[in-house]
C-alpha cells in the first residue's frame, strides 16, 4: 500500500499539520491505527526538517507492509531538493559528551527513538530521509 501526500509549501507549519492529519486518517484506513502517533511525530519532524533545511520541491510518501494480520510496518519517506547528509555523524555527535540538546538535533534523536531504522538516501535530484515504524496491534 502505498501513497503520496500532497507537496508542502515552504515557510508555514500548516503543511505539517495537514500532513499529520493525512496520516493519520490513513492509517486509520489502513487498518494501523496503532502506529498512528509515533508515525505522526516521525512524519513531523522529517517534514519540518526538510522544510527548514531543504529545498523545494518537498514531497511526503509512505507505504504500509503488513508482515502477518498483527504486525505491520510504516515507511515514511521526505524528499526535497538539498544535499544528503552523514547520519552516522548525526548519530555520534548525540554521543559526544558536550552535546546538548538546547542547540538542534532533539527531532532525529526523536525520530531515532520511535523507528526502527531510519536513513538518508542520496537521489539523482537532492535526497530521501526515511525511516521505518514496526508496529503490532492490541
Known sequence: M??????????????????????????????????????????????????RHGRPPVRVACALRRRSPHRAALRIEVTDAGPSFDTARVRARWRHPSFTFEECGRGLFLVDTLAGQW????????HT???????TAP
Open 2 to 51: 502505498k501513497c503520496d501526500s500532497r507537496r508542502p509549501g515552504h515557510g508555514s507549519s500548516a503543511p505539517v499539520e495537514a500532513v499529520r492529519h493525512d496520516l493519520r486518517d490513513l492509517l486509520t484506513r489502513w487498518q494501523a491505527a496503532e502506529l498512528a502517533d509515533d508515525a505522526t511525530v516521525v512524519v513531523s519532524e522529517l517534514l519540518s526538517n526538510a522544510l
Open 119 to 126: 536513513g538518508d538516501e542520496p537521489t539523482r535530484n537532492g
Open 129 to 135: 530521509v526515511w525511516a521505518v515504524l514496526d508496529g
